[in-house]
């Protein structure tokens, strides 16, 4: 008898092992388009695992949305050199970990970008160049060692009027962490969340393999150049080849340098593969800022992260430890 439950047991293990799958739903959060993989033996069971995703997702975006004059952020910009404002410890801490970014960039990436005067447009309107004046002028409110964050009170404070802050290069990944985070907890062992082509995978494939992403070349998008396993967590590509105006032959991409109000120039796609999705999503943003010298030897100095960066010529170039021989076309 003992046996025979034993026994039955084992192959109701085997049974549901096999049965395992991977669910999917697409849906538009944070502005953007997500993707939420996850794998589960039966569609309920993924479904109610999706739902928490979800509503991790609104959870955050309510927190750091500059869209909803009633986010906790807006209320920071909307009180910029007026007073500070209390925050929850989330977003402190985010805060804090942005920071932390822009030191280690030299201020290439920095959440007070969103206090540029918007002097460059990508719309095809742009007749000619701005003056370097009007150029150095735009940026002048920007400066992430201005922000104020009071550790005791749990407090931000922006100093200038007309300062603002904005999440629009790590928020993505952050949530896509937290989402992760909460499903890893609930016992769920394997995911994907896809924000726009940022990757965040946890566990492997139910045939046992790793998840892997294709890297596509933006000069040539139809043709993967790599198909990439991710075992490092996450994966993140900036760019949008579309996205940029061209004077006197040097082509101007749509991410501008917040130190020097110029756009950044030279990179048109960077991908950074980090342990984290807003590690990655902040440092794919700061390498095409950077650009690829700098770019690339910041990346090298950083352990667990690569980069793969393609220049306005097509070349690829990637960081000192990243194999893309990978190639399964
Ligand atoms: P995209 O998704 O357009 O390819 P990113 O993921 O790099 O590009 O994010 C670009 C967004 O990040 C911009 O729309 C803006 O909200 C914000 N941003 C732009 N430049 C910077 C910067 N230097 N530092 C921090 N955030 C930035
Ligand atoms: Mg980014």
Known sequence: MKTTATLM?????????Q????????????GSRFDISVVANDEPTANSNI???????SRIEKLISSWDPNSQTSKINQNAGIQPIKVDPELMDLIGRALVISKLTDGAFDISYASMDRIWKFDGSMKEMPSEEAITQSVARVGYQKIVLDKANNTVYLPEEGMRIGFGAIGKGYAADKAKKLLQDKGVMAGIINASGDMNTWGKQPNGEDWKVAITNPMNKDQAFALVPLTKGA???????????????????????PRTGYPAHGVISATV???????????????????????IERINQLPNIECIIIDDAGNVHTSDHININQHEN
């Open 19 to 30: 049965a395992q799958q991977v669910y999917n739903r697409t849906l538009k959060l944070m």
């Open 235 to 257: 994966v993140v590509t900036s760019g949008d080849y579309e996205k940029y105006v061209t004077f006197n032959g040097i082509r101007y991409t749509h991410i501008i340098d």
């Open 9 to 17: 047991a084992l192959l109701l293990v085997g049974l549901t092992a």
């Open 273 to 295: 593969f980090a342990p984290s999705a807003e590690l990655a999503d902040a440092l794919a943003t700061s390498v095409f800022v950077m650009g690829i010298e700098v770019g």
């Open 51 to 57: 739902d928490l995703a979800v509503a991790e997702i």
